[in-house]
Every structure is written in C-alpha cells, then in structure tokens.
C-alpha cells in the first residue's frame, strides 16, 4: 500500500501537479493549482525583492534597503485561526534567501528539493538532517510551468550572485582560530542572542559582538564589548571555584586518611 501511496505521489509529481504550502507571493486555487497572490501589493513587492536585489547586488543591502523604507512582506499563514488571511511582517533574511534560491519564481515546478541527510540526524530529534538540494538535481524539474515572478535566466544570475558573495564572505571574514574562552556559549543580556567572536587589528584583540538581530532583520548593532577582559574575569571566577573545590577535597582526602589510620591503630 505504501508503494502504490509513493509510486501514485510520483506520477503525480512528474505531473507538476504535487503541491505543498504555495511560498510567500503565491497561493492555492480552489482548483488546486498554484497561482500568483490576487493581492496586487504582494505581487509588486516580491517584484521589487528582485528587481532591488539585481540593482544592489547583495542579500545585506536588499534588507538594509527593505528596513530602511518600512516595506513589509505580505504573507498567508498555513495554520491556525488566520490561515490564508494576508498578513504584512517585517523581512528577514533567511526568508529572501529562500524567495530567492526557490525556482519557483521562475516558473520551475521541482520536487524532491528537501531531502534527509541520515548523517546530519540527531538521535532524538526528527526534524534535524533536513537539505535543501539545487533544482537540476530534484527528482522532477519542470521549467516554465509554473506563473513567473522572474525568468530562469534571472534565477541564475541571482544563485551566481549569491554564491559569489559567500565565497568573498568567507574569504575575507572567516573567523580565525584564537584564545577566546566564550565562543558559542556567551549570549546578549539585552536581547537574548548568542554573540559572535572576533578579532581585530594585527594583535587579534578579541570582541564579542551581538549582531544576530542586525544579520537577520536588518536592526541596528545591538551592543559589543572588549572579550580581553570578560575572558580574563570568567578565568578568574573559573580558577577561585576550582581553587576552592580543590581545597575541599584536599580537605576531605585528609580526613578520611585519618579515620583510616585511626581504625588500623590497635586499641591498648
């Protein structure tokens, strides 16, 4: 039963006709088929997504542009009370990465985009190991089948733009390998978010820095301060305790030599 379940999904996928939530400028029509949003300012947004991204060339600058002039995304939740009632939030960047990376504004119909890496699973956790695969090697991949914000030519362009500035990224931003002692635990006591660590200047001072909220929804830099200092503090908290627990033990240690030593000396 479930091979005949997969084997009818795939037909049906070869079909483009194997939906599932319609992504933010699209909907579902009471047919079933994928449709561009009826709201005319859902659609001229997403146009501008692109047409702004072509302009400034960079995922940081089309959200800096996006914060800067107020403009809201327009989007239909899946679930819940308000499902499929239009509403406008603020963007983000993992959300014009993926306006951006998915093919289906260019018209493409793919399946099979998001697949599970066994190796990248969590015991415990089913929805860890989740990838997200290039459109030429989907399962099914079926151009100019869909209704088009852009054209698959202008898809292109865009990953190579995107990829171009990863690797500048990483090249000239990679963090290097220093004496830093909170890397990945310290969080922003004003906003809740890890801070990241870096090094400035040819002495690799070292920084902590909160800019999740500043990557992610273009908000000003939250705060940032000296990780010298901060380090060498925790370093000494960190020593006192282990100083005293060691203490207590050699204490403890002492103590029990001694009622050992007592039961061992023969009674007169």
């Keep these: 039963m479930n091979g005949r379940l ?17 992504p933010l400028g699209y909907v579902r029509s009471l047919s079933g088929e994928m449709v561009l949003d009826p709201d005319e300012q859902v659609q001229s947004v997403v146009r501008l997504v692109f047409d702004k991204f072509q302009e400034l060339e960079s995922l940081n600058a089309l959200l800096q542009y996006l914060v800067r002039h ?9 679930y819940g009370a308000q499902r499929g009632q239009l509403e406008w939030r603020r963007p983000n960047r993992p959300t014009l990465q993926n306006i951006l990376h998915n093919p289906i504004y260019a018209g493409a119909y793919c399946y099979g985009r998001r697949r599970v890496d066994s190796r990248r699973k969590i015991p415990g956790r089913p929805s860890t190991g989740r990838t997200v695969v290039a459109a030429k090697e989907c399962a099914v991949l079926l151009k100019d089948h869909l209704p088009a914000y852009i054209t698959w030519e202008r898809y292109e362009a865009n990953l190579e733009k995107l990829a171009e500035n990863q690797a500048r990224a990483a090249s000239l931003g990679t963090p290097r390998e220093g004496p830093s002692l909170l890397g990945g635990i310290l969080t922003c006591g004003k906003c809740g978010c890890r801070m990241l660590v870096g090094y400035q200047g040819k002495g690799s001072s070292l920084r902590y820095t909160c800019m999740r909220r500043k990557v992610d929804y273009g908000e000003p830099l939250c705060q940032s301060l ?30 029990n030599r001694r009622g050992v030593c007592a039961l061992r000396t023969p009674s007169t």
């Design 6 to 22: 997969a084997a009818g999904r795939m037909n049906k996928a070869r079909r483009g006709e194997l939906f599932n939530h319609a």
């Design 70 to 78: 107020q403009i809201l995304l327009g989007f239909r939740p899946h």
């Design 226 to 255: 000296a990780g010298g200092r901060l380090d060498a503090l925790v370093s000494e908290q960190l020593l006192a305790a282990l100083e005293t627990a060691s203490l207590e033990l050699s204490l403890q240690a002492t103590s």
